[in-house]
C-alpha cells in the first residue's frame, strides 16, 4: 500500500471509474491507482498489468493524466518487465479533478493492448 500524508496527516483521495479491454467484449485485468495528491505533488501512479499476457515477453506502459477542465497534461511511458510499473509525473499546480489514463502496449502482435483509466481529485 502506497501511503502520502502531510504533517502525518493522510489527504483525501477520491478514485473511481472502471477497467476496459481495447475492445469492448475484452475485459482486463490491469489496474492503476494513485496515491492523494495535494497542489505542489507529483502524482504516482502504480499500474500493475497480470501475469505476462500470452506472447508478450515484454512491452510498455504509456500514462496520460489530465486535469478535467484543463491546463495541466503530463505524459510518461514506461517499459515493462513483469512486474508493476511506478510512473511520476511532473507537480500539479491547482486542486480539482483529475483523469488518468494507462495502456500496456506489448512487442508482441498477438497481445492486445490493455488500457484503464481513472479519475482522481487534486486536494489543497
Known amino acids: 500500500m502506497i501511503r502520502h500524508g502531510v504533517g502525518g496527516v493522510a489527504l483525501a483521495l477520491a478514485v473511481c471509474g472502471g477497467t476496459a479491454g481495447a475492445d469492448a467484449g475484452v475485459p482486463s ?4 491507482t494513485v496515491r492523494p495528491v495535494a497542489v505542489g505533488d507529483r502524482p504516482h501512479v502504480k499500474v500493475h498489468v497480470p501475469a505476462p499476457p500470452e506472447g ?11 486535469r478535467m477542465s484543463g491546463s495541466y497534461t503530463a505524459r510518461q511511458t514506461k517499459s515493462w518487465n513483469g512486474e508493476d510499473v511506478v510512473l511520476v509525473t511532473r507537480r500539479v499546480g491547482q ?5 488518468l489514463q494507462a495502456r500496456f502496449v506489448s512487442g508482441s502482435p498477438d497481445v492486445r493492448d ?11
Open 56 to 66: 508478450a515477453a515484454s512491452g510498455e506502459v504509456r500514462l496520460v493524466v489530465q
Open 114 to 124: 490493455q488500457v484503464t483509466s481513472r479519475t482522481f481529485r487534486v486536494s489543497r
Open 29 to 32: 485485468t490491469m489496474t492503476a
Open 95 to 99: 486542486a480539482g479533478k483529475y483523469v
